[in-house]
C-alpha cells in the first residue's frame, strides 16, 4: 500500500509538472528588445495568460479556438483550410466585435522569405510605425467593412514567423488600439518562445 502511495504521489507531481506555465510579462515592444528573441514552431496557446486576453479585448474572452499544423479550421471568416500554422484565436465579449489572434507559420521560414511578406499589405491595410517584433518586422493598421480598425504586427524570431493580431470595437481611437497591440504582440511573443 505504501508504494502505492508513493507511485500516485509522483504521477500527481509529474502531471503538475507538465501544465504549461504562463510567462509574465512586463510594459509592451516599445520597451522590450525582441530581436534576440527566439520562438518555437509549435503550440502555444495554453501559455497565453487569461488576464493579458481580456485585456487585449477589453472584456473576458466569449471563445477561444487553438489550431495546429494539419488541422481543418476556419482561418479566418468564412475561409477554411488545411492550417500550416498553430495559432490561437479569442473573441471578445458579445457584440464587442474584438477578436485576438497568434500565430506561427510550422515550416521554417528564410531571412529571404520574411523579407518578401514584410513587404506584403493586404488590401485595406496600410503600413504603420513598427516597433521591432523579431527581425525583420511590419507593422499594419487595417480596417475591415464594419469600420472595426485592425492591428496586425509580424516578425521573424529565428527561423519562425510570428504573427499578431488585435481588431479593435468599431470606432475605436487607433492610438488605443496600438497601445493595446503592443502590449498583446510582446504577450504571445513571450508566450511561443522557445
Known sequence: ???????????????KDDEPEAPEVKGDLSSADTTTMHVR???FCD???TEDVTEALGGAAAEKKAYGDGDQTAISGEV???????????????DSGTTARAWVFAPPVTLEWANQMTKSVPKGCKAASKPAYGKPSV??????AKKQPKMVIRGLF??????CEL???????P???QKRASRWCLVTATAAAA
Open 41 to 43: 514552431r509549435g503550440a
Open 80 to 94: 477554411s483550410d488545411v492550417a500550416q500554422e498553430y495559432g490561437c484565436i479569442w473573441t471578445g465579449p458579445e
Open 158 to 163: 529565428g527561423d519562425a514567423w510570428l504573427s
Open 167 to 173: 481588431t479593435g470595437k468599431a470606432g475605436e481611437a
Open 139 to 144: 507593422a499594419l493598421t487595417c480596417t475591415d
Open 175 to 177: 492610438a488605443t488600439l
Open 1 to 15: 500500500m505504501l508504494l502505492t502511495v508513493i507511485a500516485v504521489g509522483v504521477g500527481v507531481l509529474t502531471l
Open 47 to 49: 501559455r497565453v495568460p
